[in-house]
Structures are given as C-alpha cells and as structure tokens.
C-alpha cells in the first residue's frame, strides 16, 4: 500500500472534522459579536454569520485541497508523520491567524462605533 494513499485516508477526515467543527464553533459563539456590530437585527446577522461560515468553509476546504495537489512523494512512516504534522499544522495556523484578523476587525468597528456616539 503506498503511504500517500494511507496520508490521504489520514489527512482527508482529519481536516474535514477541523474545518467542520471550527467553523461550527465560530458560527455558534460569534454572533453575539455580530449582533452587537449590527445593532441586534437578527435577519441581518443571520445574513452575515451565514456568509462567513460559507466563506470560512469555502477558503478552508480550497487552501486543504490545494496541499493536496502538493503533496510530496512519502516513502516512509516518518516521512508520514512529518508530513501530515506539518500539513496540518500549517491549516491551523491559517485559521487562527484568520480568527485573530476577524476579531480585530470586529473590535476595531466595534470601538469606531462607539466613538461615534
């Protein structure tokens, strides 16, 4: 059996439940953030909170594919291991990386609101 087929079988419902679940929580928990930003008008927050998780689902998936079309030739167990621990956590990075922007920008429009009145 070649090891890029057993990394795929690895990596594929690995990262599917990341992307999944991340993005569940993210969904559920940021839209008391939203709803402050938007004034508690439910359908608009609904709207957006929508929008984000599709767009979340959409850039995760694509940069978890797009490793995929990269994927080195693995020869070894270690090789593997090194490789799906490197993959992965580079996916992970990504995401907080992009959390962290969101909730600054969420802050800063936040404050300038604030600011305003």
């Known amino acids: ?11 594929i ?3 599917c439940f990341i ?3 991340i993005g569940w929580l993210f969904y559920k928990h940021g839209e008391i953030f939203l709803l ?5 008008n439910k359908t608009l927050v609904n709207s957006v909170n929508n929008l984000l998780l599709i767009g979340y689902y ?9 490793t995929i079309a990269y994927w080195e030739h693995i020869e ?4 593997l291991i090194n490789t799906l621990s490197t993959t992965l956590g580079r996916i992970i990075i ?3 990386v ?4 969101n909730i600054l920008i969420l802050t800063y429009i936040i404050k300038s609101k604030s600011l305003k009145q």
């Open 98 to 101: 992009l959390h962290y922007n």
């Open 58 to 66: 959409l850039v995760n998936l694509g940069y978890a594919i797009f």
């Open 13 to 15: 419902p690995v990262i």
């Open 76 to 79: 070894s167990i270690n090789q």
């Open 1 to 11: 059996m070649s090891y890029n087929i057993l990394s795929y079988s690895i990596y």
């Open 94 to 96: 990504l995401l907080a």
């Open 36 to 40: 402050n930003i938007f004034e508690y």
């Open 19 to 21: 992307t999944v679940k």
